[in-house]
């Protein structure tokens, strides 16, 4: 299960005119190109382990640096984006105990977990942050 790889190359359609978490959010597509690259080859289990450590990590990082901006320039909907990483960190924690368990189909579950992050959160959720903290003078 691989999508077309070229829809998890950097764009300015993933653009939230901010260097900072735009940084970021390329090095989340590097996590799931990285995946998929894997997927096609066959050798999506070998890299399952190492994609949620770097996706944990990532957590740790990109979520509370967004919820700073947020919350300092009071986006209005903060409280539902916070959610929305809460549960994000919530199912990589689970994809990492179904990984220990051995479950299988666990890379191919967790690509379409990022597929729908991609479309639901950084490309709906991020994008509704982009003009307000533009506004505010946060690029």
């Not at 070229?6 to 653009?15: H, I, L």
């Not at 690259?37 to 190492?50: M, N, R």
């Not at 990532?58 to 640096?65: E, K, L, Q, R, S």
């Amino acid at each position: 299960m691989t999508v077309e790889t070229s829809a998890f190359r950097w764009s300015d359609r993933y653009s939230v005119n901010i260097a900072e978490l735009d940084r970021q959010h390329q090095g989340f597509l590097a996590i799931v190109h990285e995946l998929n690259q894997a997927l096609a080859t066959g050798e999506g289990a070998a890299v399952t382990h190492s994609i949620l450590q770097r996706l944990v990590e990532y957590a740790h990082t990109h979520f509370p640096a967004e919820e700073a901006l947020m919350t300092e320039h009071k986006f209005p909907t903060l409280l539902t984006h916070c959610a929305e990483h809460d549960r994000f960190t919530r199912l990589v924690a689970k994809f990492l105990e179904d990984y220990y368990a051995g479950k299988a189909g666990v890379p191919v579950s967790l690509m379409l977990f990022l597929q729908t992050w991609l479309k639901e959160h950084i490309l709906v959720s991020d994008k509704a942050y982009r003009s307000f903290l533009n506004a505010r003078g946060v690029y």
